[in-house]
C-alpha cells in the first residue's frame, strides 16, 4: 500500500519551519527577540546613571545596592518563571508573551518617578515580572516554530536578534540620557525621556505579539492535564540526563548574562569617575562601547555557533560554549585598568561565551523537551536560569564591594569549569529526543 510523502518543510531563511507555520509568525518571533533584549539590557546598564543622578547615591554603595537589587528581580523571576512556561501550555504562547512586552513597558514608564530604594525595588520587581514571562517564550517559541535539525541555525538567527538588540542599547539608549542633557534638560527630564521612549518600545511590541504569533500548537489545544501536573512533569523531566545537563548550563549562560548586564557597567562607571576623570555620563558612554564591542561579537558570531550546533553532538556544543564562558570571565583577572586597552580582549571572550552558552544551552533544551510539556520544561530550564541570575547578583554583590570588581566574573568562571566536567562525564549517556511525529503532524 502506498503511502503519501510527508510535505516537505517550509523555509525561513536558513531554517526549516514545523507545518503550520507562518512567515509572518517568525519575523514576529524575531523581532521580539531584537526589543526583548534591548529591555532586559537597558535598565540594568542604565542604572548606575539612576543611582548617581536621581538618587544620589555614594559610588561606594552601588555596588551592594545593584546587587541586591537585581538578586531581588531574580526572587520575582524564581517565584513567576516556570509559572509563565506551564501557563503557556495551557492558554498559549501569544498571550503569555504579549503580556509579558506590556508589563515591562509599563515598569520602564513609571521607573523615572522613582524617589526611594523601595519604589526602585518596587520598580525592579515589576519589571522582572514580565522579562520572566519573555525570557521563557522566547526559548519555547523557536522550539515550537522550527524543526529540530534546524534549531542551531534558528537560534543563530535569535542570537543575532539578540545582539541587534544589546548593540540599539548600548549605542542609542545608553546615550540618550547624555544627548538629553548636552540638550539643556535636567537629570530628571533626561531620565524621563528615556525611559519612556523604551517604554513605547515595549509597548509597541506587546501589540506585534498578538498580531503576530500563533496562540497554541495542535498539541497545546489537546492539552488537558492541569497546570500542577505539567509543573510537577517538567521537574520530573531532569531525569534525563541531556536535561539535566541543559539545567545546569542555563545556570551558568543566565548568570554570565547578569553578571556583563549588572557589573561590567558599574565596573567601568564607577572606576572612570573614581580614577580616570571622567563625568558619569561620560564613563556610561564608555562603558557602552566596550560592552557593545561585546554585544557585537555576539551578533558576528551566533550564526556560526547556531551552524556548528547543528552539525556536532549538542552536548558538545555545551562543553565548548561554557568552555568559552570559563576563559573569557577568569580573563578579567588580567585587568587593572576596565577602561585601557586588555578590556576590549576580555569584551570579546565575554561575548562570544555569552552566546554561545545561550545558543548550545537552548537548542539541547529544545532537543530533549517532550512537545506536549515542552513549556513547563523550558519554564523550568528558565527557572535555572533565574537562580543562576540570583547566585551571579546577590554573591556578584558582595564579590564586587568587598574583594574586587573581577569577582563576580571569576566566580561564574569555576561554575563553568564544573558544568565541562559534568559535561564530558554524562555526554555518552544523552540519548537525542525522536521528533519525527513532530515534523509530520505538525501544529
Known sequence: MMTNPAPTPRKFGPVRMMPGITVKNMVVYYISTITALMMFTFLPQVQPFLLTELLAIPESEQGVISGNLALFAEIVILFSIGGWGTLSDKVGRKFVTAVGFLIMGVALFLYPSVTSIPQL?????????????ITTMMATVIADYVINDDRGKAAGLQGIGNGIGAILTVFVALQLPKIFMDGGAS???????TFWLVAVVATISAVLMVIGLQSRTKRQKEQKKS??????????????????LAYMAAFVSRGDLAIVGTFFSLWIVTYG???AGLTTAEALARSGIIIGISQLVS?????????MADRMNRVTAVIIAVSISAIGYGSTLLVDDPTGGIIFLCAVLIGLGEISG??????LI??????????SVIGIFSLCGAVGIMVATGVGGQLFDTWKPQGPFVLFSIFSVIVVIVGLVIRDKVVPLNESADAVGGH
Open 121 to 133: 525595588y518596587l520598580f525592579r520587581g515589576f519589571f522582572a515580572l514580565g522579562s520572566s514571562s
Open 187 to 193: 537629570a530628571l527630564q533626561a531620565t524621563q525621556r
Open 227 to 244: 497546570i500542577w501536573q505539567i509543573s510537577k512533569e517538567g521537574f520530573d523531566a531532569a531525569k534525563d540526563p541531556g536535561i539535566a
Open 273 to 275: 569617575t573614581a580614577e
Open 299 to 307: 551578533l558576528l558570531t551566533a550564526p556560526i555557533f547556531g551552524i
Open 358 to 363: 545561550v545558543i548550545a544551552s537552548g537548542v
Open 366 to 375: 529544545a532537543q530533549q523537551a517532550p512537545s506536549e510539556i515542552r513549556g
